[in-house]
């Protein structure tokens, strides 16, 4: 059996094998000592018809199977195969459901085989893979598949993945195959035998591999720094451009078919500008300038030759992995001397091998998600050079168990300690600081900018790319946020003393003296606070339901959302929420106290518990700040110019609760705080202006428009020939309540619109409610075996996972809410039309924007052209740039929304976005055009 591994891979009509779908077709391949020896393959007659778009993916039509042999007529021989042999699959209970389920009605005995599947395991040994669809592997795996979504050639792929499989588990250290027997009961798979043969092969052939460390029974790659080098930029930088830009420069030398892009000099020259003149600097770069090699170039070359570093921040850690990975390795081929260029991130990103290696030690009640995660990270471990979790794709309830690993939730302050010279995030920070560029994210710096410049290495220049969300990042940092699942996770984190946890540990490991713990007072208290905390987030999710016919505002993922101020609440129902939020810091407030005076008496001194005391003062921090935000958010004044409100989920749970807390404006923070102490601050996007004014960023951000330079760099793509904006002029008027008719109308454009690009459409709407409904319609209306229909919120996925999903299937619709209108990048063929279904103007009664509003209002000024017309240009600008990512693209932008054509102040939008021909006719005209211009 040890030796025999039997590949399966069934088509079939459908997902339910315990409905009426049936097999169409079955693949089987034999491995025997490691190599391919027999296959299998054969059509079946299911005896039903074969959906349509199960033929579209598969090939496989009624006249395939017509003539047959229905499954019973060979399940001996299929039976055959199976013994005395592992069952392998790629995701094991879809196959071997369906192989049992036709077993069984044809009064065959199930197959009990001990079973490994490839996608389980290809998760585990391969971490680090893309993605862990079949194809997609084979591809990162160099497996070539010739006919996919045919069983035989799957089965062929599988059995080829499943021996590289086999191959990288041969190459694991002892240590992590140790700590994968202890995980291996709760995986789906049956790795025991596999995984015991490996550990008694490496017991007397020891592993020998430079390449890996190990502490305390976790083998790892070695955490090594890169030494500095230091060389100055002799050249100028004039000539130093003129090297890379310029005919027989280094970018013709270096790329195949490049086209120069003078827009590309440009920017480097006026970033260049204003870093040597000491100034700040708006720079608006339009898609296809090649902004970040643009900026990429004056940075290095002036932290080089100034021996000062520069620091560049992204919105995205996607874009900042993607300028450490692709543009930085590019760079030093283009340049003539070397330089250091580091990535830091936030602490929540790296894991801490300390904490880690803690948690191996029982995995007695963990999930499935848990062990999966354990085992993932153990196999990275071996291969990680940074230990930054975004390397890897841990299943969905895998972060909440990361979490708990991550150098956040350590304290690395004590250089003496054996995990400090082992710490992943303190060799990111020591990179940064011998780096003449440092590449990180809004988020790290807002909060070195908040916490007194502590956080990061000290720089005098610093260039922001996707400048836009500047301010809302500061906003969220100057601000807080709050929430039931926070409370309770943190609360469930430190345990009562007779339960399994933190708590309990450190008592009965007497770290915590235990003959001096008040423990039946902890318990009360602890009990006290949890279910004060439950009270407290159940009342305020009634609270909001009672209030939200007259302050009703949903949010981009549908939840609701309330404006709260103490002082204007209703008395009689908010005094009692008061009550509740007091009563609950005060018993919180008494857990302090306790952990407090625990820490002094702590007998944690000696090397094993060194971190013990540190772990008390991390928990009292924690809950501290639980105590500080509940003040700031119910009982501090009002006079503040920060906004609060509630956010529930209105079909979630009764204490699915959110409350956010922030200032209305960072302008006079930002002024003072930042722009004024930094010597050059760059700021660029391709988003910044509204019909060429870069005024509504100035003011937004706090900077003084006689000080800064500023920059409009036009693209390189000719978007009259390669773009068609369309714009209805027989839609329903949605102002005049006529909602459903308008999303009948939109729909209806939709399936229109497939029909003549085949798909690959992305639907952008503001309303998270109108995409349900609009989702809703189109799978009562479209034929849904010939189109993929996608959608954010109702699909399931994260952003990333829904974008893959859209360029997997030829014909796809993608509907996306706010996070779509940015940032998705869909070149090609695989996005030909854009759909934007209302103009993105923030709802009137959205939290912050009510309160920004109101100010506005005081201070005399008109609102809508202050603060909700540019923000709704800058949008509109960002979604647009969906549409063209290259000057071989072309396609449609259809806007729903005929005030774009209507209102006054829709030339505001369409002067903000590049000149592009314009059609304004009854749909019916606009269909006949797109048609003949495709």
């Known amino acids: 059996m040890r030796n025999k591994y039997v590949v399966i891979d069934l088509e079939t009509t459908g997902h339910s094998s315990g409905a009426h779908d049936k097999i169409i077709e079955a693949g089987i391949v034999v491995i025997e000592d490691n190599e391919i020896v027999k296959e299998f393959s054969s059509f079946f007659n299911p005896d039903i018809p074969i959906p349509p778009f199960v033929s579209n993916l598969t090939g496989i039509t009624d006249e395939d199977v017509r003539e047959a042999p229905i499954f019973s007529e060979r399940a001996s021989e299929i039976l055959s195969f199976f013994e005395d042999g592992y069952l392998v699959a790629h995701n094991v209970p879809f196959d071997m459901g369906f192989l049992n389920a036709e077993l069984e009605s044809n009064g065959f005995i199930p197959i009990q085989n001990p079973v490994i599947d490839t996608v389980e395991l290809a998760r585990v040994l391969f971490p680090q893979a893309p993605s862990f669809k079949l194809g997609q592997l084979a591809e990162h795996l160099g497996i070539r598949h010739e006919d996919p979504h045919r069983a035989l050639s799957d089965a062929e792929v599988t059995a080829k993945l499943f021996l590289q499989l086999i191959k990288k588990l041969e190459k694991l250290p002892y240590e992590t195959i140790n700590h994968l027997l202890k995980l291996e009961s709760n995986l789906k798979s049956d790795l025991y035998q596999i995984l015991k043969e490996r550990e008694q092969h490496l017991a007397f052939s020891p592993y020998e591999d430079k390449n890996i460390d190990t502490y305390k029974g976790l083998a790892f790659k070695p955490i090594e720094d890169i030494p500095v080098t230091r060389e100055n930029a002799e050249i100028s930088f004039g000539d130093f451009l003129d090297d890379i830009y310029e005919k027989n420069g280094k970018l013709h030398q270096k790329l195949i078919n490049y086209e120069k892009r003078a ?90 091998l300390q904490k880690f290696e803690r948690t191996l030690s029982s995995n007695q009640g963990d999930n499935y998600d848990t062990v999966l995660t354990k085992a993932m990270i153990l196999v990275w471990l071996t291969e990680t050079e940074t230990g930054d979790i975004d390397e890897i794709q841990l299943p969905s309830s895998g972060y909440l168990f990361y979490k708990r690993v991550s150098t956040d939730a350590e304290d690395y302050s004590d250089p003496s300690s054996p995990w400090f010279a082992r710490s992943y995030y303190q060799q990111a920070r020591r990179k940064a600081q011998q780096a003449d560029i440092i590449i990180t994210n ?75 713990f008040k423990n039946e007072k902890w318990d009360e208290l602890f009990a006290k606070a949890r279910y004060e905390a439950d009270d407290l987030f159940r009342q305020l999710f009634q609270y909001v339901v009672k209030q939200q016919q007259n302050n009703k505002s949903l949010s981009d993922i549908g939840r609701v959302q309330y404006r709260f101020e103490n002082e204007k609440e209703d008395k009689s129902q908010w005094n009692t929420i008061l009550e509740m939020a007091s009563r609950l810091m005060y018993y919180l407030g008494d857990l302090v106290q306790i952990l407090s005076v625990s820490k002094e008496f702590s007998l944690g001194l000696n090397s094993e518990r060194e971190t013990e005391p540190k772990d ?17 958010l119910f009982l501090l004044n009002d006079e503040t110019n920060d906004v609060k409100w509630i956010e529930i989920e209105a079909y979630g749970a009764k204490n699915a609760v959110y409350l956010y807390r922030e200032p209305t404006e960072v302008s006079s923070l930002l002024a003072d705080d930042f722009f004024s102490r930094k010597r050059s601050v760059i700021l660029t996007s391709a988003t910044l ?26 693209s390189p793509f000719t978007y009259r020939n390669q773009v068609q904006l369309m714009v209805p002029s027989d839609f329903p008027d949605i102002r005049k309540g006529n909602q459903e008719e308008f999303i009948y109308s939109t729909c209806e454009a939709i399936l229109s619109l497939a029909q003549i690009t085949n798909g690959r459409m992305l639907v952008l709407f503001t309303s998270y409610d109108m995409l ?42 993608l509907l996306g809410t706010s996070s779509f209108w940015e940032g998705v990048d869909i070149p090609g063929e695989d996005l030909s039309c854009l759909v934007i279904v209302r103009l993105p103007f923030q709802p009137p009664n959205h939290p912050i924007y009510e309160a920004k509003s109101n100010q ?55 002067g903000s976005i590049p000149d592009v021909p314009i059609t304004y006719e009854p749909t019916k005209i606009l269909m006949d055009k797109a048609e003949e211009w495709f």
């Open 689 to 714: 202006t509204m019909k060429n004014s870069f005024s509504f960023i100035q003011n937004r951000l706090g900077l003084v428009p006689d000080e800064i330079i500023t920059r409009k760099i036009e």
């Open 616 to 632: 008390i003062t991390r928990i009292t921090i924690a809950l501290q700040a639980i105590i500080d935000s509940l003040d700031q």
């Open 263 to 352: 827009g590309q000099r440009e920017m480097s020259e006026t970033v260049y500008d204003a870093i040597q003149t000491g100034k700040h600097a708006l720079i608006e770069a339009e898609t296809g300038t090649g902004k970040s090699l643009a900026y990429l170039l004056p940075a290095v070359y002036d932290a080089v030759k100034s021996h000062k570093r520069i620091l560049i921040s992204t919105y995205t850690t996607q874009l900042q992995s993607q300028l450490i990975e692709e543009e930085i390795p590019m760079l030093r081929g283009l340049v003539s001397f070397p330089f250091n260029a580091a990535i830091l991130k936030g602490m929540q990103h790296y894991i801490s």
């Open 856 to 910: 506005f209002k005081e201070k005399g000024k008109n609102a809508f052209f202050e603060l909700s017309l540019p923000e709704a240009v800058i949008r509109f600008k960002q979604g647009f740039g969906r549409l063209i990512r290259s000057s071989a693209d072309r396609g449609i932008v259809f806007v729903c929304d005929a005030r774009i054509i209507q209102a006054r102040y829709g030339k505001f939008f369409t």
């Open 772 to 813: 349900k409904k609009s989702y809703n319609l189109l799978r009562e209306i479209m034929d849904t075996n010939k189109y993929m229909l996608i959608a954010q919120g109702v699909s399931s996925g994260s952003r990333s996972r829904l974008k893959k999903n859209f360029q997997t299937f030829d014909q796809s619709i």
């Open 442 to 516: 809004h988020a790290l710096l807002c909060l070195d900018l908040f916490s007194g410049y502590q956080l990061l290495p000290s720089y005098e220049k610093v260039i922001i790319d996707e400048a836009h969300h500047l301010e809302e990042t500061a906003s969220k940092h100057y601000g807080l946020k709050l929430d039931y699942v926070h409370i309770q996770y943190t609360l469930s984190q430190v345990g009562s003393s007779s339960e399994g946890g933190w708590l309990g540990k450190l008592l009965a490991q007497d770290v915590i003296d235990a003959s001096r």
